[in-house]
């Protein structure tokens, strides 16, 4: 990165001009003072605490320049904007417009992360390539992702999350993507949209980026898409494991790590993923889309699929010392997905018993109980032995199962009760049986799949 004052300051719109009479770049970006070095520019943003506290410290570890919303009465070169959120993310947009990468936006309700691993390793077979790092995929995260690109990058991509409406709005419009996928409309945040539908809309919202010759890549078979994919003047590609979609997937085997697939597209071809999943080949078909859409041959699209690295906690396999194999999607959780992933634990090979490990889905609004309730249906005593669940809401479910499973292969704890679960499970497990741990992220299960580790 080499940005001149000058560039930041019409790209940010800058109002003290007597700035531009200091002559010098900055090769960095950072809002967070522990990653500051020499040539930086530092961003003080709003949160708990007000970044622009940090700015002397900035300026003590190598920081060159800042940004303000006010007049600084200490002695640092600064240019003074309205709000240095807004200011970030307008910098964002000028140096991406600099560097001029192709852009893939990935959205959905489930399956970011993962499709946007598979995409980036479709896409590195082919050109330099950059993704988004761990969860920075909010209005702060993106800007930042985009900030840390080399110039040397051809094909960025971008994870869009949200919360609320106008979310995906803001970063496809920072990000203006030449590709965009939404993997999937599930239940995440329908507390703040009010209905999937809510969250259709929302999630639609990228297109409102996309470029006018740009691809729109979603699944065939979610009805709610139907309509609003009637306004969009882009290519749209759709892709499925039913019986319809441009990119059709037909599993031919599934293992606890590995799935191999077809796809219509591509008479005779056997592909291959390193995880467990029908909705894991849904991901791989989106990344298979992305790929043929920048011109990505298929060989390569086929080794990129066969070899990409899975961001931790997302659906990933770890195993104890004593040899319990564990299944930890801990990160986020909502009913379509949590279904989805115990149809697929269900049907994997266990040399012991198969245990289930639940905690409450966040963010479900005033249908919670009846959503935690639907899960019940996709969990079979005669596919999984003992089921522990933990929270509030799981209550729900448990009520559901209860006349399924005999009293003690079936356990529900409060929140204040994780310590007794924890320990309850210890005491459960053999070295030859499979646990399998969902929830949302604030349930904090990431400390029972640590403490198994840990332990045995």
Known sequence: MNLTIKDIFQAVGGKNEEILQTEFSIEQV?????????????????????????????????????????????????????????????LAKFYLKKINP??????????????????????????????????????????????????????????????????????????QPDVAAITMIGESHIEHLGSRSGIASAKMEIVSGLKKDGTLIVPEDEPLLKPLLKEVTQQ?????LTDEGDY????????????????????????SIPVLGKYNVGNALIAMAVGEALDVPVENIKQGLATFDLTKNRTEWLETKNGVQILSDVYNANPTAMKLVLDSFSKIKSQGRKIAVLGDM???????????????????PSQIDVVYLYGSEMKHLYADLKGKYPEEKLAIYDTSEKEEMTKAIGQEIKSSDTVFLKASNGMGLKEVVDNLLNNH
């Open 362 to 380: 966040l963010e479900l609004g005033p249908d919670s109980g009846k959503m935690h309730q639907s899960v019940g249906a996709h969990i079979d």
């Open 30 to 90: 950072e809002f967070d003072t522990r990653k500051v070095v020499n040539n930086t520019l530092f961003i003080p943003l709003k949160g708990n605490r007000d970044g622009h506290e940090f700015i002397e410290q900035a300026f003590s570890m190598g920081a060159c320049l800042t940004l303000s919303d006010r007049p600084l009465e200490m002695n640092v070169p600064y240019i003074l904007v309205e709000d240095t959120l807004k200011a970030f993310q307008e």
């Open 236 to 240: 749209v590609k759709t892709f499925g």
């Open 248 to 271: 059709l997937g037909a599993i031919v085997e599934e293992t606890k790590n590995h799935t191999t697939f077809t796809v219509n597209r591509f008479e005779g071809e056997i592909f």
């Open 102 to 175: 192709k852009v893939c936006a990935i959205t959905g309700s489930n399956g970011k992360t993962t499709t946007k691993d598979m995409t980036s390793s479709v896409l590195s077979t082919t050109f330099k390539t950059y993704k988004t790092q761990g969860n920075y995929n909010n209005e702060i995260g993106l800007p930042y992702t985009i900030m840390s690109i080399d110039e040397q990058v051809e094909v960025l991509v971008l994870e869009m999350g949200m919360d609320r409406k106008g979310d995906i709005e803001l970063l496809t419009s920072i990000g």
